[in-house]
Nanobody, 123 residues
Framework: QVQLVESGGGLVQAGGSHSLSCIYS????????MAWYRQAPGKQRELVAY????????DYVDSVKGRFTIARDNAKNTLYLQMNSLKVEDTAVYYC????????????????WGQGTQVTVFS
């Protein structure tokens, strides 16, 4: 049984930095691509970043390129999202997701989701 648990959400001033973690329980973490999604109030869930199973390859939505970094530690079954130069429009609930690299490239999430963690950026 796969379980994803995000942590690290909170209040951050615009321009600041913050990091999120997602602990993965279950098998196949090191064989799975992973992603961060977010959902802002009144908006659809959006793919933010995704990373290959070995952690070498990643990609980002244009709005966060150069500001966010996705990373993983397969030894710790943990996914990370480092967020820098935060903007008010980054305010959202952030979710980690387990899926497939090819599906992420088509903006198709996998079946496993965490419960989400709220990030609120204030000016």
């Amino acid at each position: 049984q796969v379980q994803l648990v995000e942590s690290g959400g909170g209040l951050v001033q615009a321009g600041g930095s913050h990091s999120l973690s997602c602990i993965y329980s279950g098998s196949d973490f090191s064989h799975s691509a992973m992603a961060w999604y977010r959902q802002a109030p009144g908006k659809q869930r959006e793919l933010v970043a995704y990373i290959s199973n070995h952690g070498i390859t990643d990609d980002y939505v244009d709005s966060v390129k150069g500001r966010f970094t996705i990373a993983r530690d397969n030894a710790k079954n943990t996914l990370y999202l480092q967020m820098n130069s935060l903007k008010v429009e980054d305010t959202a609930v952030y979710y980690c997701n387990r899926g497939r690299w090819g599906d992420y490239r088509k903006n198709r999430p996998g079946n496993y989701w965490g419960q989400g963690t709220q990030v609120t950026v204030f000016s």
